[in-house]
């Protein structure tokens, strides 16, 4: 029988190295896909991407119901199934993250309604910020909601909303965030609009549910769910990241035997490290970067990760939103909605500048002014796109 081929992020470690083996073994001898994707096991497994899976996902379903579907907000959707017991574990992963925030809460969510249940206590992230604010309340009022899930950028704008129009949200408790790149500056907008509400974000999908939660002591580390997932950072040329270094997210799901995902490539970028908070035994992450789409390249190709540009667009006062689209090394959009009654030529001046600096004196930009930048048709929200 040949011998397994281990992936080096496994070696050494016992626990995954085993169960990577165990789903590994079972997919080669069981699972159509595998059989054609991974015949011989005892070469490295290849990174799954996700236009494999489109290519072949009636495939990797194998006859399984679907039981997700992604929003599609970055491509194609992929679909995926769950067997109850798979289920159950996201389930009790989901408690044990409630619990460990203090216990539930009533809430109310905005988020993609293509990608979550839509009912009573859920609208729309595109439905316009009064009329969410008018849902928060009214759930308040109704249901004494004080807790919101949504997404950062959808947060972000309603931070702002509540500050500019000095609201009182003060009976807000809790606040997550999930599904997008959060950074430390939506806790401040947090802490403003919602004086009363601990903030908390978590890092998932809907292929292979919570990936890890924000370490409640060292805010800026994620921790991994490792009895269900095993999570390797790639480097470009496919060795494993050092602590610390930005790399590919690669997951494999142990206990997925429907549309079983090993060394799958997420399209996002992050950073593994050891936590120092000495009181969560998990491995942890750190950087999560977001999807490589918003990642744009410098006249040599290399990556320009785009958190280090965002608060020159975040913190200009001339404008109400943005987006950035680099269609050449050397050539981008930048889309932009000017604030009522003000002069966008220094916002023009500091981009133009900027870009100069990061990308060449040759750079090009095309300036798009818009009433509105809207959101993709899965509720996500891109501020930078790389279609290089």
């Known amino acids: 029988m040949t011998e397994l081929h281990i992936p080096e992020s496994f070696r050494n470690r016992p626990y995954a190295k085993r169960h990577f083996g165990l789903i590994a073994r079972w997919a080669v001898a069981n699972h159509p896909f595998y059989q054609k994707h991974a015949p011989d096991p005892g070469q490295p497994f290849p990174i799954l991407t996700r236009a494999v899976i489109q290519a072949d996902n009636q495939l990797l379903l194998n006859g399984s119901p679907v039981t997700g579907r992604t929003s599609g907000s970055t491509s194609t959707p992929v679909e995926i199934s769950w067997a109850p017991p798979r289920e159950r574990i996201d389930k009790q992963d989901s408690a044990r993250l409630v619990a460990m925030m203090g216990g539930p809460l009533p809430n109310m969510k905005i988020v ?182 918003g990642v744009l390249k410098d006249p040599t190709g290399r990556p320009v990760i785009f958190t280090h540009l965002s608060p020159m667009f975040r913190d200009s006062p001339e404008i109400g939103q943005f987006q950035v689209v680099q269609e050449a090394l050397d050539r981008f959009i930048v889309r932009y909605v000017p604030r009522r009654g003000a002069d966008v030529q220094p916002f023009l001046d500091r981009v133009r500048e900027r870009f100069a600096g990061e990308f060449g004196a040759g750079t090009t930009i095309a300036f798009e002014s818009h009433a509105e930048i809207p959101r993709s048709a899965g509720g996500k929200y891109h501020a930078a796109i790389c279609l290089v």
């Open 112 to 293: 993609s309604t293509v990608a979550h249940k839509k009912d009573a206590t859920t609208i729309d992230v595109a439905t316009p910020i009064p009329e969410q604010i008018e849902f928060i309340l009214k759930r308040q009022a109704e249901a004494g909601a004080c807790s919101l899930v949504t997404y950062p950028t959808n947060v972000e704008m309603l931070c702002k909303y509540v500050i500019e129009h000095g609201l009182d949200m003060g009976f807000m408790r809790r606040v997550t965030c999930l599904s997008e790149v959060y950074e430390p500056y939506h806790d401040q907008l947090i802490a403003q609009a919602f004086p009363n509400a601990v903030a908390h974000c978590t890092y998932s999908s809907v292929e292979t549910g919570l990936i890890a939660t924000r370490c409640p002591f060292n805010r800026e580390n994620y921790h991994i769910a490792a009895h269900k997932l095993g999570v390797e950072f790639l480097d470009p040329d496919g060795r494993p990241c050092r602590d610390g270094e930005p790399g590919q997210v690669v997951i494999t799901d142990y206990f997925n035997r429907r549309s079983t995902l090993i060394r799958y490539a997420l399209g996002d970028l992050a950073a593994p490290t050891t936590c120092g908070c000495g009181r969560i035994d998990l491995p942890a992450m750190t950087n999560i970067i977001g999807k490589v789409r």
